[in-house]
């Protein structure tokens, strides 16, 4: 509501009478909204936002346009997202890593909780330990320890590279397991993907999307998975938690965020239009085949499930040996 006071501090100010209001009274989007995606076009993070700004577009009558910020493992585009106006016109499309991880790991010039408004978390995807079947008989995470165990710490795992999600996340499983494997890191999961199924190494926790396309050849086996439940596109393969290793979850997701001190209504409307967007059947059957599970939770969800990954890749940061502190 426009207040006599505000009205006459925008007339002596010589702004506009629409100055004053409240970003929701003024209708807001009245302009195209932006939204930055800290990965080059392509990849799950880049097509999320593709296909939640087209949903928004919709939605909200008025253009969502994405742009790619690459570079700086992701912190280009996180940084010039928080330092963006705090008008709801700049928003960032961020994945786990660059909230949770390299901030552990490096100095960034963000905070990647104070400098940010949490809107609503998008989608996430859970990992799966898989086996490459010309290497290894194991079928089940029971198998896989005692394939380690056998080896006494030569065994190798492959991973996206050192303090990747997937590097991590085996990090924490050898970790409960009481295990040591030899790291054979890799520029990305694609070649590690690659040299599973060729057989040039025997393990490796990849991103659901990696092993989609070949789940069900018999080229891989698919051990666990580190969601809390099982995957809607692998029903058959147990979680990690369920197969000896309770309370174990570790998912990768990619969620909206604002520039701290975005208006709450601008927030609140954003969260309302993303849980409604998630339910078009051709953005839902295009999360499927990308092996991603659609949330469009609260931003109050957001925070708390932010603040719980903070603390967890912390952790594994430093069994990993990788903590700037």
Same mark, same amino acid.
């Given at each position: 509501?426009?207040? +006599?006071?505000?009205?006459?501090?925008?007339?002596?100010?010589?702004?506009?009478?629409?100055?004053?209001?409240?970003?929701r009274?003024?209708?807001?989007?009245?302009?195209?909204?932006?939204?930055?995606?800290?990965?080059?076009?392509?990849?799950?993070?880049?097509?999320i936002? +593709?296909?939640?700004?087209?949903?928004?577009?919709?939605l909200?009558?008025?253009?969502?346009?994405?742009?790619?910020?690459?570079?700086?493992?992701?912190?280009?585009?996180?940084?010039a997202?928080?330092?963006?106006?705090?008008?709801?016109?700049?928003?960032?499309?961020?994945?786990?890593?660059?909230?949770?991880?390299?901030?552990?790991?490096?100095?960034?010039?963000?905070?990647?909780?104070?400098?940010?408004?949490?809107?609503?978390?998008?989608?996430?995807?859970?990992?799966?330990? !898989?086996a490459?079947?010309?290497?290894?008989?194991?079928?089940?995470? %029971?198998?896989?320890?005692?394939?380690?165990?056998?080896?006494?710490?030569?065994m190798?795992?492959?991973?996206?590279?050192?303090?990747?999600l997937?590097?991590?996340?085996?990090?924490?499983?050898?970790?409960?397991?009481?295990?040591?494997?030899?790291?054979?890191?890799?520029?990305?999961g694609?070649?590690?993907?690659?040299?599973?199924?060729?057989?040039?190494?025997?393990?490796?926790?990849?991103?659901?999307?990696?092993?989609m396309?070949?789940?069900?050849?018999?080229?891989?086996?698919?051990?666990?998975?580190?969601?809390?439940?099982?995957?809607?596109?692998?029903?058959?393969?147990?979680?990690?938690?369920?197969? %000896?290793?309770?309370?174990?979850?570790?998912?990768?997701?990619?969620?909206?965020?604002?520039?701290?001190?975005?208006?709450? *209504?601008?927030?609140?409307?954003?969260?309302?239009?993303? !849980?409604?967007?998630?339910?078009?059947?051709?953005l839902?059957?295009?999360? *499927?085949?990308?092996?991603i599970?659609?949330?469009?939770?609260?931003?109050?969800?957001?925070? *708390?499930?932010?603040?719980?990954?903070?603390?967890?890749?912390? *952790?594994?940061?430093?069994?990993?040996?990788?903590?700037?502190?």
């Amino acid at each position: 509501m426009l207040t +006599r006071r505000r009205f006459t501090a925008a007339v002596l100010a010589g702004l506009p009478v629409s100055a004053a209001l409240p970003a929701r009274a003024q209708g807001w989007p009245l302009k195209p909204v932006r939204i930055l995606v800290p990965f080059a076009a392509g990849g799950n993070t880049d097509s999320i936002a +593709r296909l939640t700004a087209r949903q928004l577009s919709e939605l909200f009558k008025e253009q969502f346009i994405v742009e790619n910020r690459p570079g700086a493992n992701g912190a280009l585009a996180a940084s010039a997202a928080a330092r963006s106006p705090k008008d709801g016109y700049t928003l960032f499309m961020a994945a786990l890593p660059q909230i949770a991880i390299f901030p552990a790991m490096t100095k960034v010039n963000y905070d990647p909780v104070n400098d940010f408004a949490p809107v609503s978390n998008v989608g996430y995807n859970p990992f799966v330990l !898989a086996a490459s079947a010309k290497l290894v008989q194991a079928k089940t995470l %029971g198998e896989f320890v005692a394939y380690a165990k056998a080896a006494k710490d030569s065994m190798p795992y492959g991973s996206g590279g050192i303090g990747s999600l997937s590097h991590l996340t085996m990090m924490l499983l050898l970790n409960r397991a009481g295990l040591t494997m030899t790291h054979v890191p890799y520029q990305g999961g694609a070649p590690a993907v690659t040299d599973l199924l060729a057989g040039h190494i025997p393990f490796y926790f990849a991103n659901l999307s990696e092993v989609m396309p070949h789940a069900g050849t018999g080229s891989l086996r698919l051990l666990a998975i580190s969601s809390a439940a099982r995957a809607p596109q692998l029903p058959d393969v147990p979680t990690v938690a369920e197969s %000896g290793f309770p309370g174990f979850k570790t998912l990768t997701w990619n969620g909206l965020l604002a520039p701290a001190g975005t208006p709450g *209504e601008i927030i609140d409307s954003l969260a309302a239009k993303v !849980a409604l967007a998630l339910k078009a059947p051709e953005l839902l059957s295009a999360f *499927e085949t990308f092996g991603i599970t659609p949330l469009g939770d609260r931003p109050d969800q957001f925070r *708390e499930t932010i603040a719980a990954d903070i603390k967890l890749w912390a *952790e594994a940061v430093k069994l990993a040996g990788l903590s700037a502190t």
